[in-house]
């Protein structure tokens, strides 16, 4: 156990749906960043949030969201899905400066049908 | 910018022989650089890090990497490869972008162990 947990693990879904991903960070970390694995594009950085504020935006889509509340968990926001939105969903955790690595979780598998 | 460059998809080694995932780097700071590795259906767990220390870092299940700043090299190496170290290695640098530190990903080389 990383001390990131990510919910769901799986989640199915069909194509012009909305879900939303759940990320607790490890006890302490302050920033939080969402990543998408898909086998075409690798790792792909989405957006990171530093104690509740958007800090740096990645490759994401308008149509994706993103915020971290005050219990610094997160909620990445996928709407108007697309069978091309099926990845792996990442959430990592650091300290304040994310220099010495991330942690992340286990991730979220999203299939769209 | 910053970008990290791992030299081969694929690598194939027999168990008890060393293993050489090569990865170079490009930053205009001076960078840190991680290995993670991502066994099938699992997330992605810190093997090592680099931040200005010591060149030669030690992680963990015997794995290690140089940092060489001449060749903006960052190659991890194990001695012995066991069956479990099959799984994906992903090369990553850490730098400033605008007003926040972000992870560049390189492209993952697939690990396979043969018995």
Redesign the interface.
């Known amino acids: 156990d990383?001390g990131?947990t990510q919910t769901p693990k799986h989640l199915i879904t069909a194509t012009g749906q909305r879900v939303t991903l759940r990320c607790s960070p490890r006890s302490g970390d302050l920033s939080v960043?969402w990543y998408q694995q898909s086998l075409d594009q690798?790792?792909q950085?989405l957006i990171?949030y530093?104690n509740g504020e958007e800090?740096?935006k990645?490759n994401i889509l308008e149509r994706f969201s993103a915020q971290q509340f005050p219990d610094l968990h997160s909620e990445l926001n996928l709407s108007s899905l697309e069978l091309g939105d099926s990845a792996l969903y990442?959430c990592?955790s650091s300290a304040s400066?994310?220099?010495?690595?991330?942690?992340?979780?286990?991730?979220t598998r999203l299939t769209v049908v | 910018a910053q970008s990290v460059t791992q030299l081969d998809s694929h690598v194939s080694v027999s168990e008890g022989t060393p293993v050489l995932l090569r990865c170079n780097y490009s930053s205009s700071y001076s960078p840190s650089l991680f290995w993670y590795v991502q066994h099938p259906n699992k997330g992605l767990q810190l093997l090592l890090k680099y931040t200005s220390a010591a060149t030669l870092v030690k992680g963990i299940n015997g794995f290690e990497a140089e940092f060489k700043k001449s060749e903006t090299s960052f190659h991890l190496t194990k001695p012995s490869a066991h069956m479990s170290d099959a799984a994906e290695y992903f090369c990553v640098v850490s730098a400033v972008s605008g007003s926040a530190r972000q992870l560049t990903f390189g492209s993952g080389t697939q690990l396979t162990v043969l018995p």
């Open positions: 990383s990131v960043y690798g790792l950085f990171q530093y800090r740096a990645g990442f990592a400066s994310g220099s010495y690595g991330y942690t992340f979780g286990s991730g």
